[in-house]
């Protein structure tokens, strides 16, 4: 069974920094490239980051660009987000997804439960 | 304002059908696959439907997908009361480089 388990989310300042990770099990872990989606409260969805099976291959949206940095281990089965510069906008629930394939060109098929960051002074 | 344009609210009575589009522009939905996620509410999104039509095993045959050209339709047949969700469509845009999703769809069961 695919689970993705994330950790790491909190309150945390305007202009502060938070890493989010997500633990894979159930399935081979570097034969599919990872996503980072966000949901407001009470919003929509929106994309944040993906990354390909071998870190080659990594995209952002223009929403955080230069400010969040997606990575992966392979080795521990573990996706990351490392959010610097956190605005009150950032603030959602981040959920851990998986892309059917070994690229980030696709739309995910299995998600986490998803951890929440609230970005608040 | 979302790439993808889906309806905010649907409705229909029980056992009965509906659809919710999904429409887009060629660098998304005119040349990538389409997928369609259920998020009931306080839980995650859960794929119902990818590459267009096809259902993940354990997905009811009363869901369905299709697509024609850069639109993109969910049918759910026979609506039952634990189908009132917000119902999602998801592509690649090419253009963008980035996932985009509609801004969702609210489904009552009347």
């Known amino acids: 069974e695919v689970q993705l388990v994330e950790s790491g989310g909190g309150l945390v300042q305007p202009g502060r920094s938070l890493r989010l990770s997500c633990a894979a099990s159930g399935f081979v872990f570097d034969d599919h490239g990872m996503h980072w989606v966000r949901q407001a409260p009470g919003k929509g969805l929106e994309w944040v980051s993906g990354i390909s099976w071998n870190s080659g291959s990594i995209a952002y949206a223009g929403s955080v660009k230069g400010r969040f940095t997606i990575s992966r281990d392979n080795a521990k089965n573990s996706l990351f987000l490392q959010m610097n510069s956190l605005r009150a906008e950032d603030t959602a629930f981040y959920y851990c997804?998986?892309?059917?394939?070994?690229?980030?060109?696709?739309?995910?098929?299995?998600w986490g439960q998803g951890t929440l960051v609230t970005v608040s002074s | 304002q979302s790439v993808l344009t889906q309806p905010p609210s649907v409705s229909a009575a029980p056992g009965q059908k509906v659809t919710i589009s999904c429409s887009g522009s060629?660098?998304?939905?005119?040349?990538?696959?389409v997928s369609w996620y259920q998020q009931l509410p306080g839980t995650a999104p859960k794929l119902l439907i990818y590459?267009?039509?096809k259902r993940p095993s354990g997905i009811p045959d009363r869901f369905s997908g299709s697509k024609s050209g850069t639109s993109a339709t969910l049918g759910i047949t026979g609506l039952q009361t634990g189908d009132e969700a917000d119902y999602y469509c998801g592509t690649w845009d090419s253009s963008l480089s980035a996932v985009i999703f509609g801004g969702g769809t609210k489904l009552t069961v009347l």
């Open positions: 060629s660098s998304n939905i005119g040349n990538n696959y």
């Open positions: 590459d267009n039509n």
């Open positions: 997804a998986r892309d059917p394939t070994i690229a980030v060109a696709g739309s995910p098929d299995y």
